[in-house]
């Protein structure tokens, strides 16, 4: 029985995010893993005093975040991966560890680029913040 019965993959569509979503998705077929998506648009710049005019804006990144996260589950049925896509709203260090949880998953795969998407989240005060909120296994593909 292999230790990652239940994989989730974060994917955004960047090349650091597409090459852990095809290492993910290797792994999970070979493991025959439940594999899951997540998405995240994280939000949390709207939070920062912008105008209602950013609604507008806000609606746009939502749509674009949705089609990300077709794409990841389109790309893995390509390559023979059925995955459950998960679409959530808010900041990546509060939305991956509380779906991961959630769902008892046993390894996370994420891409990261030093200036990529997760960068934000990654250094600064949020260093290791993700890596304290799960008791699963977190595998980075670095760039």
Known sequence: M?????????YDASPEGRTALRYGAMLAKQLHAETHLLSI???S????GFDV?????FDLDEQAAREI???????LREWDVIATG????????DQIP???????????V??????GFFARWWTGENHALLLDRVSCGVLFEVA
């Open 2 to 10: 292999s230790p990652f019965n239940r994989i989730l993959l974060c």
């Open 41 to 43: 648009l994280d939000c």
């Open 45 to 48: 710049y709207w939070s920062r």
């Open 53 to 57: 005019l950013s609604a507008v804006d």
């Open 69 to 75: 996260l077709q794409e990841g589950v389109d790309k």
């Open 86 to 93: 998960h679409f959530a709203t808010g900041n990546p260090v």
């Open 98 to 108: 509380r779906l991961a949880n959630s769902l008892k998953i046993d390894l996370i």
């Open 110 to 115: 994420i891409g990261h680029h030093p200036e």
